[in-house]
């Protein structure tokens, strides 16, 4: 049930600070793909460079309504506005990228393969769907050892990724279990090249939820106080026991599937549909209109960003990479193993 | 008193729960039934809030168990038949084999196989899957011959921070007895030399260990010594146990209840071919089921396995060169 102080001030937050907060994430993020864009398309970032241009409002939205150290937070590849705002050190991004030895998966795996367990985010397996069973194990376990009090886990995927058997079996898990789980979907039409209509015949993604008896609901997801407001309530509700949470934000996504994409299966119409709205600026004139900040604010959140981006990179850049010598080449944990 | 293998296991999981609170269960019907082999019989009763029912989910079984060594706890994972663990192939090894490379975070679950053909079970309840689970880095692989080792290893196997896939052998459930359970036991990972010999050394494992030992009994009438080496744990493969035994013998046979093409014993043999030639006095020979799906009927199964029969004529031809 709902408890302690992390809660009573959550509640106490009305909406703005909470957009204020993801929006200064949503700019950071924004910042920070466009800077990692330009170094791939330079050909300075070996593998894939995967971006949430356009979905950086529900992923923040989601995320600012976290709390870290004590929820669970397992992102997938268009969250880097989530990672951000859940506490994830933006150097450690950028170490991922640019292959730092001192990188979280110490050039192991690259890109958005990267997370801290430890500090309540797992770091994504490519597999699509297999995250969100183990954020039921944590929650699980938690349960089991009585420390779970009312905290949450919450994990993203694509519309495509329903699709796959792993989700089905995770929110069948959840739902009979009844754990504080969150799953957002980020459904911008396409998976990779593939429409909806190849991926699933319901009406609408939420519809799979009534099949879990589960909650799901729908939210546009182009719009930053509408996600907030959406996933503060989901929350509260997970945390208070009424079990899994299925949210899905409606958008496009604002890139290529990868950066190598220049998404030629994306029709004139639909970018130009309200689904193309890019969240970012909606949200900055929103943000004016209600009088939450000026434009002097906000202009210092794009040259703060800008500057903590350049130095992120800056130090990734510097560090050693990984030494094929010296490197721990074991996959076991236990010493017994290696010898 | 005596004790089976099935019983072992039991055994082996209630000592587990009782030291240790990280440790629970999660399966099909392992709750209040006891699960399809009884296999946790009576330990929901001990354990009610560690023994727990789990949906037909293989995938999300095991992406439950990594969740939950993420948050310090020491799952096992009960398959209702080695052969399902194939809907949680993805999760066991992309997700649980490779959490500790990618994230410095030990992934201590274990999962339970059981595994191998008895008469009548066919081809979707009888697969020998280690191969398969030892072909990926980060699993530990093993696959108990005894009623002791199947208590003991599985112990070690629980105790272990990574990831083990536990093969335990459902012919050898009812079939095998000891006396007692063991206090002392060798290390899981090291094989055991079962029976010394001097013309040919089997390198073998699990139910195929016994048909060995019945082939060995009846050669050793006509006057031929057979070393039999138990592996016990197929991967890590104790090779120094292997290669001490043919400097001894000069002949190898490694036998293997799972399907011929690749495989334990096409490792066994390629690592005694490349670290241990020229302590070879005769090409090395290899046994395996065949390379069909698992027949049904028993007149089918009897023969589509390796047994003690057409291990005897592997092994006199392999004295014979
Ligand atoms: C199980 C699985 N199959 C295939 C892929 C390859 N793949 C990576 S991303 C992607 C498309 C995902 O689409 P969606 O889930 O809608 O997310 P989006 O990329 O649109 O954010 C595919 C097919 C994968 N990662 N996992």
Redesign the pocket.
């Given at each position: 049930m709902a408890s302690g102080a992390d809660h009573e001030d959550n509640l106490k937050n009305d909406s703005s600070e909470m957009v204020l907060d993801a929006f200064r994430w949503m700019v950071l993020a924004r910042t920070f793909e466009d800077k990692i864009s330009s170094i791939y398309k330079a050909g300075k970032i070996v593998g894939g460079v995967y971006v949430g241009k356009g979905q950086e409002a529900f992923s923040s939205a989601l995320a600012v309504n976290l709390v870290k150290g004590k929820d669970i937070y397992s992102p997938l590849?268009?969250d880097m506005a989530g990672r951000s705002a859940f506490g994830e050190p933006l150097v450690d991004a950028a170490r991922t990228y640019m292959g730092s030895s001192k990188g979280p998966t110490q050039g192991r795996d690259g890109n958005v393969h990267r997370g801290n367990p430890r500090e309540g985010m797992p770091a994504m397996i490519?597999?699509?769907?297999a995250m969100i069973s183990v954020v039921n194990g944590i929650l699980f376990a938690r349960r089991m050892k009585g420390t779970l009090d009312d905290a949450v886990g919450a994990t993203t995927?694509?519309?495509?990724?329903t699709s796959?058997g792993a989700f089905h079996e995770a929110l069948n898990l959840a739902a009979v279990e009844n754990l504080p789980l969150i799953v957002s979907v980020?459904n911008?039409q396409?998976?990779?090249s593939t429409p909806n209509s190849k991926q699933f015949a319901c009406d609408n993604i939420t519809d799979k939820a009534v099949g879990y008896g589960i909650t799901g609901v729908e939210v546009d997801g182009t719009d930053l106080v509408d996600c907030v407001n959406t996933f503060k309530l989901c929350v509260e509700k997970a945390r208070a026991g009424d079990g899994p949470q299925l949210v899905v934000g409606n958008l496009l996504?604002l890139s290529g599937?990868g950066e190598h994409d220049d998404a030629p299966y994306i029709s004139e119409d639909l970018r130009k549909s309200k689904l193309g709205e890019d969240c970012l600026s909606k949200a900055h004139n929103r943000i004016l209109d209600e009088g939450w900040a000026n434009q002097g604010d906000i202009d210092d959140i794009f040259k703060e960003s800008d500057d903590e981006v350049k130095s992120a990179i800056h130090t990734a850049e510097s560090e050693k990479v990984p030494d094929p010598y010296s490197h721990n080449w074991s996959a076991y944990s236990s010493s017994i193993l290696n010898e | 008193m005596s004790i089976t293998y099935l019983e072992a296991i039991r055994e082996a999981q209630s000592v587990a729960l009782q030291k240790n609170d990280e440790v629970f269960i999660y399966g099909q019907d392992i709750g209040f039934f006891g699960g399809a082999f009884k296999s946790t019989k009576g330990l929901y009763n001990e354990f009610p809030d560690r023994v727990l029912d789990s949906p037909i989910s293989e995938d999300a079984m095991v992406g439950l168990a990594v969740g939950a060594a993420i948050e310090g706890m020491r799952p096992i994972v009960e398959m209702q038949f080695a052969d399902f663990s194939s809907v949680g192939f993805n999760q066991i090894v992309n997700q649980a084999a490779t959490l500790y490379w990618r994230t410095s975070l030990a992934c201590p679950i274990t999962i339970r196989l059981p595994s191998g053909g008895t008469p009548g079970s066919g081809p979707f309840h009888s697969q020998c899957m280690e191969t398969i689970y030892a072909h990926y880095p980060g699993t530990v692989v093993m696959a108990p011959s005894t009623v002791e080792d199947a208590y003991s290893m599985l112990l070690d196997a629980i105790s272990i921070d990574d990831p083990v896939i536990f093969c335990e052998h459902k012919y050898l459930y009812y079939h095998l007895k000891a006396q007692q359970l063991p206090k002392k036991a060798l290390p899981a990972t090291k094989a055991r030399i079962v029976r010394p010999g001097r013309h040919a050394t089997i390198v073998t494992y699990s139910a195929m260990v016994h048909e060995a030992v019945s082939t060995a009994e009846k050669l050793s009438e006509d006057g031929f010594e057979i070393e039999i080496v138990d592996l016990r744990c197929v991967k890590p493969i104790d090779i120094e146990t292997v290669l001490g035994s043919i400097a001894r013998t000069g002949r190898v046979l490694a036998i293997g209840e799972a399907f011929p093409w690749g495989g334990v014993t096409a490792e066994i043999i390629s690592q005694i071919t490349s670290e241990g030639f020229n302590l070879l006095d005769a090409p090395p020979a290899r046994l395996n089921s065949l390379d069909t799906p698992i027949p049904y009927h028993p007149e089918l199964w009897r023969f589509h396995r390796p047994t003690a029969h057409s291990i005897e004529d592997k092994i006199r031809k392999l004295i014979k060169e």
């Open positions: 590849i268009r490519s597999h699509l769907g995927i694509g519309d495509g990724g796959t980020a911008n396409f998976a990779y996504r599937h | -």
